[in-house]
Each structure stands twice: as structure tokens, then as C-alpha cells.
Nanobody, 119 residues
């Protein structure tokens, strides 16, 4: 059974960098054709895709967030990390790490972690 668990600070000040880590168990992040994604949901809004890092280490980001986003991985710990710079209160959301299987869609989700941007 694959499990994903987000971790990181729940409160970030404006202009700082938000950093979240997803720890994966029950499967390797280097297994072919899996894409390890970050998705967020601001209060009262729908889901917003942020980006992914693939099984080979390739990254792809939402065009609207690309200039502020970096996703990296530590294969020795089976973790991948989101960094979102220059945050504003509009970045307040529940952040999820999610596994996508090729073109088949998302199959495993973390429980989500609330991040609030406030001074």
C-alpha cells in the first residue's frame, strides 16, 4: 500500500519561501511512469495543480506558478520537496502531494497539510 505524507511549517510569512516535503512509503519514487505531484486547494476554491517531478527526475510546473516553484527529490529518503518562493496570502491553501500514474490519473493522495501565509 502506497502512502504519502506531507510535512512542513503550517505558517509562513509573506515574501518568504514555503517548503514542504512529501515522504513516500510502499513504493519507490523512481519507479517508471509515476509522476509525483503537488496540488493545492485555497479556501473556498477548487484544486490547483502546481507541478510534478517524474520518476526520472524531470520537472514540470504550472505556467502561472513556474517563476516561483521548484520541486526536487531525495531518492535516498524516497522524498520529494516543494519550494514556493515570494509567497503572499493568496498562497494560503491545503497542499497535497499526489501520485499520478502516466496518463491514467491520480491514484494516491497525501492527507493534505494546511499552509497559511500571514505576518
Amino acid at each position: 500500500q502506497v502512502q504519502l505524507q506531507e510535512s512542513g511549517p503550517g505558517l509562513v510569512k509573506p515574501s518568504q519561501t514555503l517548503s514542504l516535503t512529501c515522504t513516500v512509503s510502499g513504493g519507490s519514487i523512481t519507479t517508471n511512469y509515476y509522476y509525483w505531484s503537488w496540488i493545492r486547494q485555497p479556501p473556498g476554491k477548487g484544486l490547483e495543480w502546481i507541478g510534478y517531478i517524474s520518476y526520472s527526475g524531470r520537472t514540470y510546473y504550472s505556467p502561472s506558478l513556474k517563476s516561483r516553484t521548484s520541486i526536487s527529490r531525495d531518492t535516498s529518503k524516497n522524498q520529494f520537496t516543494l519550494q514556493l518562493s515570494s509567497v503572499t496570502p493568496e498562497d494560503t491553501a491545503v497542499y497535497y502531494c499526489v501520485r499520478r500514474v502516466g496518463v491514467l490519473g491520480y491514484d494516491y493522495w497525501g492527507q493534505g497539510t494546511q499552509v497559511t501565509v500571514s505576518s
